[in-house]
């Protein structure tokens, strides 16, 4: 059994639209775009602007230590010349429960937030920002909590002790309600309006910014920080953001019907029991381990780490197994990006696009880069890009599609750019931000180059997509072992196209002991 399960793509789909009460007739009457929001911040829209990027951060305090602050800590020098924050994802772990917000998100980020001196009296439902905050999905904000383990996880049994004592996993009663805690901690969530009259006076309240697709939701720092969807877009300084739920748009790509796909299965139904039985093992040998010994309480860190790598592992070999010709895609999110995408380059005071969204397609991390949703994410976001530099012909000529995207999902900070693929996400650069704050990852034996096999599952066509120029993870060993925790602060600068300037800042723990720097910097 799992530690965590993942709702279906249609029921995330499905459960979302509710919570915002998607293409409701009160809002569809008053020309209000669900996707578009305008910053109402006070400030002039100068080309030159900062903002800071941090991503899967959603720890608490860990044996005594708490990564998800010193990052905090560290923004606060950057929070007076920085626009806004952008979060890639995985706010809350384990599992996204509402019961996790004060000790993993309110408490390390309450600088950030209104009434944060006092953060035990924020409801997590009741945050408002006192600068844009502005996050994306995960795939934990998503995850629920089989029902077994909320029990083991409050009961007084010794396998308790197993979970949560010394592998120190953020479990409690329940999981996010698929997706629910977020919905309500983040989105605007409409569905709690009792009565028409009651939603009509928010609508024209909140929704009052105007624009060429209709009235919009007006995000104001200090008073109303809620965010229209799931999936939605602003602008800053020229710079359109296209901020997505690739949880509705990762599911792996169903296997052949065909001898080779019934190899491949039986591959990864091989791979699936290995896994459980390295997962047992690990577990058995945890509880013989004490925390409070340094050598052993490295080792637990190991073993919590491998298990929330395997747990990763099963959740993407099940969903290979699982996909079918009826498997769900986000069709209608896809639409919508690659409709935005075009419109952005053909509107004139736009000079630059930034996408940012979980998953990422391109990633050296040592268990992300092989996996299927990676490439089902690339393949399906690569369909988006060819159909809008076909739209945008000349326009694009010597440059980019997207001048950066930011993903999270693989704990670390890595910086790549890809070649020629042959497809509309060549030359694009891409940086990873998910190493602020949960268990880091190392970086793959296999170096730094991506190739990509296009010639099927066995076939041999194999090329070069990708290189990595920059990976910040987990490395050493033991009592040795270094945990650099990261989040950046990027320099936006005037002309078209933009150009940007990334700071990495480090938080690392070695040795029992915090030490901060920065990282040198790049320009793309």
């Known amino acids: ?192 309006f009792n009565s028409e009259s009651e939603l009509a006076r928010h609508l024209d309240r909140h929704y009052t910014a105007k624009t060429d697709t209709g009235r919009c939701l007006s995000y104001q720092p200090g008073r109303f920080t809620r965010l229209p969807n799931r999936y939605y877009t602003f602008r800053s300084g020229g710079i359109d953001f296209f901020a997505l739920d690739s949880n509705t748009f990762n599911a792996p790509i169903p296997l052949p019907t065909t001898q080779e796909g019934d190899d491949y299965r039986s591959e990864l139904e091989n791979r699936r029991s290995d ?51 009826t498997t769900v895609t986000d069709v209608e999110q896809l639409d919508w990006l690659r409709q935005r995408l075009i419109e952005s380059w053909n509107t004139a005071e736009v000079r630059g696009r930034v996408i940012y969204f979980h998953h990422p397609p391109y990633v050296t991390e040592a268990t992300k880069w092989h996996q299927a949703q990676t490439l089902a994410v690339r393949h399906r976001l690569r369909r988006v890009l060819d159909a809008v530099k076909q739209a945008v012909g000349n326009q694009a000529e010597g440059r980019p599609l997207v001048d950066l995207i930011l993903n999270g999902h693989a704990h670390c900070l890595e910086y790549l750019q890809t070649g020629d693929t042959g497809y509309g996400d060549s030359n694009i650069n891409w940086i990873v931000c998910g190493g602020s704050g949960h268990s880091l990852r190392r970086q793959r034996s296999e170096g730094a180059e991506l190739t990509e096999n296009f010639g099927g599952i066995k076939g041999d066509d194999t090329r070069l997509v990708a290189k990595s120029l920059l990976f910040v993870g987990r490395h050493g060993q033991g009592l040795q072992k270094r945990r650099p925790y990261s989040f950046l602060r990027i320099d936006v600068f005037d002309g078209r196209p933009p150009k940007f300037k990334v700071r990495p800042f480090i938080a690392e723990r070695s040795k029992r002991e915090w030490s901060n720097s920065e990282i040198e910097a790049f320009s793309i």
């Open 275 to 325: 896994l459980e039985r390295q997962k047992l093992q690990i577990m058995e040998a945890s509880a013989l381990l004490s925390s409070g010994r340094p050598e052993e309480a490295e080792q637990l860190d190991d073993n919590q780490a491998k298990l929330e790598q395997i747990d990763e592992l099963l959740i993407d070999i099940n969903k290979q197994l699982a996909a079918d010709e």
């Open 1 to 192: 059994m799992q530690f965590v399960s993942d709702p279906p793509i249609s029921v995330k789909i499905r459960k979302m639209n509710e919570r915002v009460r998607w293409l409701a007739p009160s809002l569809v009457e008053r020309g209000i775009d669900q996707t578009r929001m305008v910053l109402d911040d006070g400030a002039s829209d100068t080309p030159e602007f900062s903002f800071l990027v941090v991503g899967d951060s959603g720890s608490g305090s860990y044996r005594g230590y708490n990564p998800q602050r010193q990052i905090a800590e560290l923004m606060l020098a950057h929070r007076e010349q920085s626009r806004f924050v952008l979060h890639t994802g995985d706010v809350i772990y384990l599992v996204g429960s509402s019961e996790y917000y004060l000790k993993n998100f309110i408490s390390p980020y309450r600088e950030f937030l209104v009434g944060g001196d006092r953060p035990e009296r924020i409801a997590y439902d009741q945050m408002v920002f006192n600068m844009p905050f502005l996050p994306v999905p995960g795939n934990h904000d998503y995850y629920d909590l089989p029902f077994i383990y909320g029990l083991i996880a409050q009961a007084s049994l010794p396998l308790r002790r197993l979970l949560r004592s010394q592998l120190d996993l953020d479990i409690g009663w329940h999981g996010s309600g698929q997706g629910n805690a977020y919905a309500r901690a983040f989105l605007d969530y409409l569905k709690a």
